[in-house]
């Protein structure tokens, strides 16, 4: 299947901005802003294109391993050089972050990169590694990302680029290496570094990332989506397998009726992103094990637009978009988002309508235990006598699941 990746990622650092804004009160998009420096100082150093968009990816992810991220960086002083016995976490941050990423689809090694992000060029990070130990990739990153938590707590003016031209300056050969500053100061004037603040940053960043279209096999697209997957479904203890199971189950189903071979593999990337709005919901709503009360489920039906409009950016994602998004639509025209109607909705919507409700039937959360098959068969049984779902498709899911069971 040939992927825009960068898309995705794209579409992936919103996800981690959205968690991080609810769980940290952060709203900087501070991933966004790291990349966009790490870029700035690459091209001074002259790294070749393709490398460009790997390194946009490790910055736009640095920080994906985020229970660590959270109690670590942003509620400690990472600042600090104190030796790697006195910061045992930050190593287990790099350490989860790094395994997270190994199966992504880069264009060149990245090794490393993720595990010694947080490396000190004197040696006194928490591995212990100096500057000429670790790749230029995580130097970088290490450089922008200090760099814009140094600057989180100023706007970007005159004076925060004259307290920032000092901090770099007091720290070169200690937090940082010379090479890199060089490149910074070559990347960076004070107008240009006051602009890091300006509305348009986000646009400006991805229009100096290239895009690289890449061909990827099944293997690849399911560690793709499995990571996605687990950004969503961290959010919330509640529902800490639904997307993945979703996935699985909407693989299976696709293949069960016949469908080929790439039909199943948009169907699994679809089942995993399917959830990727609920990043945008309070925990509060999303793990409220009561009835939601009107006003909290029009915020809840929200999240399936969400997940439309956060694809949209993924170029010629348009099918897998629609397939995800509309799992909550209805055929009599009932459901949410969008209040599509029978005529509106191909097979695979229709079947990820079902796969949704079975699997979140079916699967334990901490307030309830799983149905069995046949109770969870019997409730979509009386959906479809409702026309809300299709009468067909839900024979389909009784047989494709009651012969796993």
């Known amino acids: 299947m040939n992927i825009d990746v960068m898309g995705l990622i794209g579409a992936c650092s919103y996800a981690l901005d959205c968690v991080e804004a609810e769980l940290t009160q952060v709203t900087n998009q501070h991933s966004k802003r790291v990349a966009y420096l790490s870029v700035c100082i690459a091209e ?12 946009a990816v490790c910055a736009l992810l640095h920080d994906n391993a985020l229970t660590q991220y959270i109690r670590e960086e942003l509620h400690g002083d990472i600042t600090s050089t104190a030796p790697a016995s006195g910061r045992p976490l930050i190593g287990i941050h790099c350490s989860m972050g790094e395994s997270n990423l190994k199966h992504l689809p880069f264009l060149t090694d990245v090794k490393d990169v993720i595990l010694y992000h947080h490396e000190n060029a004197d040696g006194s990070g928490p591995f212990g590694k100096t500057w000429q130990e670790i790749p230029l990739f995580a130097r970088i990153i290490h450089l922008c990302d200090l760099l814009d938590v140094y600057c989180r707590v100023r706007t970007f003016t005159a004076d925060t680029w004259q307290k920032t031209k000092h901090f770099l300056s007091e720290n070169t050969d200690t937090l940082f290496d010379a090479a890199c ?9 004070e107008a240009h570094f006051c602009s890091l603040g300006d509305d348009d940053l986000e646009k400006r960043l991805w229009s100096k990332i290239p895009r690289i279209r890449q061909e990827l ?3 690849q697209i399911q560690a793709l989506a499995n990571f996605f997957a687990r950004i969503v479904d961290y959010k919330s203890p509640f529902t800490s397998t639904h997307s993945i199971g979703v996935a699985t189950d909407a693989e299976l189903l696709a293949r069960y009726m016949g469908f080929d071979e790439d039909t199943a593999q948009k169907m699994y990337l679809a089942g995993a992103l399917h959830d990727i709005g609920k990043v945008a919901i309070g925990n509060e709503i999303l793990e409220k094990p009561d009835r939601l009360t009107d006003e909290e489920f029009a915020v809840m039906k929200h999240h399936a637009a969400y997940t439309y409009y956060i694809l949209s950016d993924v170029e010629d994602f348009e099918e897998i978009r629609d397939w995800a998004a509309f799992h909550h639509e209805r055929l009599d025209g009932s459901g949410y988002p969008f209040k599509k109607t029978a005529a509106e909705l191909n097979t695979q919507e229709r079947m990820m309508a079902c796969v949704d409700i079975y699997q979140a039937l079916t699967e334990s959360r901490p307030y309830k235990k799983g149905m069995p098959h046949e109770k969870a068969s019997a409730i979509l ?18 047989g494709c699941f009651g012969t796993a069971s």
Request: no cysteine.
């Open 44 to 55: 001074q150093m002259h790294i070749p294109e393709h490398e460009l968009q790997d390194l």
């Open 181 to 189: 500053i060089q490149a910074f100061f070559a990347a960076f004037t």
């Open 217 to 219: 096999d099944f293997t």
């Open 381 to 398: 049984h009386d959906m479809a006598d409702r026309g809300w779902l299709d009468r067909e498709i839900v024979a389909k899911v009784d």
